[in-house]
């Protein structure tokens, strides 16, 4: 079992950052990718960041040149660094863990960007 805990977010006004952090303990060695999802009222949720566990990173579209996800495996952690944050950027968002049998998500957290 993988136990994800997320940190960060919050509402800001629009063009502001916000970092998000998500914690892994457990069985940490199952773990491959890790990422970011995120799921905005009545939409489905969406793949918004990942990286590999050799640090590859992958975006959504919409959020490149603006968000970063990095990872710092000695502390099984996984960051995202969201700037020039967007009204359209609101949403819950959800850390999730790559196991070998298993996706492992975290609580959510709101992330609120008022125009």
């Known amino acids: 079992q993988v136990q994800l805990v997320q940190s960060g977010g919050g509402l800001v006004q629009a063009g502001e950052s916000l970092r998000l952090s998500c914690a892994a303990s457990?069985?940490?060695?199952?773990?491959?990718?890790m990422g970011w999802y995120r799921q905005a009222p009545g939409k489905l949720r969406g793949l918004a960041a990942s990286?590999?566990?050799?640090?590859?990173?992958d975006y959504a579209d919409s959020v490149k040149g603006r968000f970063t996800i990095s990872r710092d495996n000695a502390k099984n952690t996984v960051y995202l660094q969201m700037n020039s944050l967007k009204p359209e950027d609101t949403a819950v968002y959800y850390c999730?863990?790559?196991?070998?049998?298993?996706?492992?998500w975290g609580q959510g957290t709101q992330v609120t960007v008022s125009s």
């Open positions: 990286i590999t566990s050799s640090g590859r990173t």
């Open positions: 999730y863990a790559k196991g070998q049998l298993y996706n492992y």
């Open positions: 457990g069985s940490i060695f199952s773990i491959s990718d």
